[in-house]
């Protein structure tokens, strides 16, 4: 956890590091009809890399748990030059929301935090948040969104499985509530949530780091 964080907030010395051969592959398997197909066993697909089979085991907890996941964009600083592929993410979310209880809500920051939608389960607010960003002053207060977010997440009930998904530069720039990154991995470690980040560079212009780092405590 505290590697992701780190990455998240470069300006801060990573304190710890691990490696690990287990890959999570998030799919979505869809009949004829479009409608998603439930009760598939680990034995009906397979995996391969470099054409070698893989060992799969099927993650069936985080199928029996509705989910609630925030996703925190920034918007401040040079962010606008992003905004077109953020629009992409809602063709992404769209399958996560067939099912009937997953909630999804965005958070917006640049020096300030704030909750642009509350949790929703239809697609189309989130897809018209998105395309609707709009540019942020000159910073990018990156710890102060990640404790934000964490704080809505524990609103959720407990059964629910929480995850966090950050758009951001790879530096903080401004946070004033969340002045230590142990605060905010101690937050999120308390609260077992999943975080996902796509990092962009602070660039004119800018373009995603091809692999998103992750943190995960189940």
């Known amino acids: 956890m505290l590697t992701l964080i780190s990455f998240a907030v470069a300006q801060q010395p990573p304190t710890f590091e691990s490696q690990t051969n287990l890959v999570l592959i998030p799919i979505l398997v ?7 197909v439930y009760g598939l066993q ?6 391969e890399d ?32 992003e905004f077109s592929r953020m629009q992409g993410l809602s063709s992404i979310i769209e399958p ?9 809500a965005i958070v917006e920051f640049d020096s300030t935090v704030e909750t642009a939608r509350d ?32 704080k809505l997440l524990e609103k959720q009930p407990q059964d629910r499985q929480r ?14 509530w969340a002045r230590r990154i142990e605060d905010v991995v101690a937050l999120i470690n308390a609260g077992n949530t999943t975080m996902y980040a ?3 560079l602070p660039r004119f212009q800018t373009s995603w780091i091809p692999c998103g780092a992750t943190i995960s405590r189940r």
């Open 198 to 200: 796509l990092p962009f």
């Open 119 to 150: 949790f929703t389960s239809d697609p189309s607010l989130i897809a018209t948040d998105l395309k609707n960003l709009r540019p942020g002053d000159g910073k990018a207060a990156i710890l102060d969104a990640l404790y934000y977010s964490e």
């Open 96 to 104: 996560l929301l067939s099912d009937a209880q997953t909630r999804i």
């Open 163 to 176: 995850l966090l998904l950050l758009i951001s530069e790879t530096r903080d720039h401004g946070s004033i």
């Open 30 to 36: 869809k009949d004829a009809d479009g409608k998603p």
């Open 50 to 81: 470099d054409g070698v089979k893989q060992t799969v085991q099927l993650d069936e907890t985080s199928e029996s748990q509705p989910v609630s996941l925030v996703i925190a964009i920034q918007r401040g600083r040079r962010a606008s030059y």
């Open 42 to 47: 680990a034995d009906d697909f397979i995996v």
